[in-house]
């Protein structure tokens, strides 16, 4: 039994570029006898609640929503929610219900997102669904993208306008740790196939800028608005999120500051190892290095990326040389051919992206730079988590 009155509430998506509201993604929720509302989501997540009910809920709370697109501004778009569940029934050439809903508010279809939920489906009957909502001018998104497993069979298929990150796992790596690698891997992919993301569950000032980071074209959650009944002025958010976005500049530029600070440490430990290597001298007449607590060892290679000599470490209050890499070649990294197109000529100092490495699980940098007139190349890879 689906007790209360269906209705839309409307929670806004957020421009990063403006601070502005683009559009609102319409959430159902049921009025009570008392006027509180409910949400409709654990009606959905229920098995036990009967298939016909919940279309017929679906489709009122999308006729209500639609029937108030009028009182938006006309530039915002409306995000709805689409089950694949429901276009598993559909007969083939049937004309798709969402459609005719659009026809009947005089909506048109170009403010529309069909937002594709939860996982499972006929791909191919998707597929199709997809191309005739495309033909009528609405757009396409994937929500919870990451969920589970990566969808990228629903990316390949239906080729997106818009993927939504999965918010639990959004919110899981706005902490650190493997899954920021895994949603910036993520955002890397979107942005490659030409799709804009949208961080939901934005809730705090961190995730905010771990959003800023994955180059979300649109932001939503409640550190702006819950969804709720009535609209938002379209600037309503506009200081705050300048506020916002401008502590997150600061807060780049700080970590710039951090690293031009590093490099200027890192070409003096440069010129200390490179002195000591090209006057061949032992282990034991290397300095401490209680200046440069981040360093993780270093080697040498020569000008092809072939490792020459030990990874040298500080372990154990003494310098130790570990052989086990001694003839690797490191050439198909790309630090070393960064290495070799940038700092081979002039000889500058050139430092790698931050990585996670595969033996220590550490966040990494690696610094190089050649010297002996190019024959030979001095690589040094540092802790990188504090940066």
């Not at 026809?103 to 791909?123: K, W």
């Not at 440069?292 to 154990?316: A, K, M, S, V």
């Amino acid at each position: 039994m689906i007790d209360g009155q269906p209705l839309a509430c409307f929670q806004p998506f957020i421009d990063t570029a403006t601070g502005r509201i683009a559009g609102v993604e319409a959430l159902g929720r049921l009025r009570q006898a008392d006027g509180s509302l409910q949400s409709v989501g654990p009606l959905f997540a229920d098995p036990r609640t009967p298939g016909a009910a919940l279309r017929r809920l679906d489709r009122r709370i999308r006729d209500n929503a639609l029937s108030r697109l009028h009182e938006a501004p006309q530039d915002w778009f409306l995000s709805l929610n689409i089950s694949p569940r429901w276009i598993n029934r559909l007969r083939p050439g049937q004309a798709l219900p969402s459609l005719k809903q659009l026809q009947s508010h005089a909506v048109d279809p170009r403010r529309i997102v069909f937002e594709i939920t939860e996982l499972g489906g006929d791909i191919q009957r998707l597929a199709d669904v997809v191309v005739r909502y495309r033909e009528a001018g609405a757009r396409i998104a994937i929500d919870d993208f990451g969920a589970g497993y990566s969808q990228l069979d629903r990316v390949l298929a239906l080729q997106p306008d818009i993927l939504k990150l999965d918010m639990r796992l959004f919110q899981a790596a706005a902490e650190g740790g493997p899954s920021s690698d895994v949603v910036r891997a993520l955002a890397q992919m979107a942005e490659k196939t030409g799709c804009w993301i949208i961080a939901e569950g934005v809730e705090t000032e961190a995730q905010l800028s771990f959003a800023l980071e994955c180059g979300s074209r649109y932001v939503q959650g409640y550190l702006f608005a819950q969804a709720q009944l009535d609209w938002f002025a379209t600037d309503t958010f506009v200081p705050r999120f300048a506020h916002l976005r401008n502590a997150y500049v600061r807060q780049k530029l700080a970590e710039r500051g951090r690293i031009m600070h590093l490099r200027e440490q890192l070409t003096q430990l440069m010129s200390i190892l490179q002195s000591w290597a090209q006057g061949q001298a032992p282990l034991d007449q290397l300095p401490p290095m209680a200046a440069f607590p981040w360093l993780l060892r270093f080697y040498q290679c020569d000008r092809h990326g072939t490792q020459l000599t030990p990874n040298i470490e500080w372990r154990e209050s003494a310098w130790q040389g570990d052989s086990r890499y001694l003839g690797h070649n490191w050439s198909w990294r790309p630090y070393f051919y960064h290495l070799l197109a940038e700092g081979w000529e002039e000889r500058r100092l050139i430092l790698s992206s931050t990585y996670r490495d595969a033996t220590t699980n550490q966040y990494c940098l690696t610094a190089g730079q050649f010297f002996d007139n190019g024959q030979r190349l001095l690589l040094i890879d540092i802790d990188a988590a504090g940066l």
